[in-house]
């Protein structure tokens, strides 16, 4: 599942690893093919490691009951790495993107950099943001992975592009947070149907909203947390206390915020509207296997 971040992968992975034909990673983003020259690649690697340890990366080393192992990596949608070794495979695993509306994605990542990192004290306004994240990049959100490229991991027609030259259409699934919320059922329904597993499990799942954006109240005990997190495996007791401990380190952002920003957002999504007009294309010619039906729009 190569992503995008801020468009609900963690909650499309918390409803998929709830179902009994599905297992996650020892960490959610398992990161197993990213580039060897990326900042977040793990110690352990397909470059390193060979092909074989990826299984490693699982609480059962591959060798469990499952249908799908499941490695929920968005910073695989730009990965050199990941497109070429995905697209060699036999068998050849399935790949799923869940997007957004680019410009309200733009404006999470705003809120989530600001705010809940507090990574971006300098920045004042979700515009003066836009300016920094546009090419050429301020220098001052370069250091940042997410927010380095958040302009053109944004650009979704070009990266299904990209992976469906690579994929053949009945191995490439792609959904929306808009979707998902406006038919959950049918959304969920065909998502089994490509994965061939019971859908119902995935309907009658109730996970908690993941990952939302917040306003840290203490920088410092955020970083020492994620410094424990990382020495941690990803599973529900500790997700649970990760969760708890962020709710006391928490306080809702401005949603008055998103209203101040309308016309902006309007005016997002107008220079936003031809890349997608051309994603829609593309859906409907590779989404699940050539199904027309299955290419909705997002909003």
Known sequence: MPGVAKCGTTTLYDLLVAHPRVTGGIDKEVRFLMDID?????????HTSGLEAWASQYPDKGLGDFDIWLDASPQYQYQHTALETIARLEPQPKVLFILRNPARRLFSLYQYARYHQQAIPWVMSFEHFIEAIREPVDDRIAQFNMLRSAWRDTIYDAMIEDW???????????????ELAQDRIKTLRSLASWLNIDAQPLILARTAKSNPTIVTRSRTL?????????????????????DAVRELNSAPVDRDELDDNAPFLAQLEEEFAPMMARLGALRASVAQGGDTSAAGAIA
Do not use: M, Q
Not at 164 to 178: D, K, M, Q, W, Y
Not at 222 to 242: D, H
């Open 222 to 242: 955020r970083s020492i947390g994620a410094k424990a997190a990382r020495l941690l495996p990803e599973n529900p007791v500790v997700r649970w206390a990760k």
């Open 164 to 178: 469906s030259g690579a994929v053949p259409a009945h191995n490439l699934f792609v959904t929306s947070i808009e």
């Open 38 to 46: 990326d900042r977040l690649c793990p110690p352990v690697n397909l």
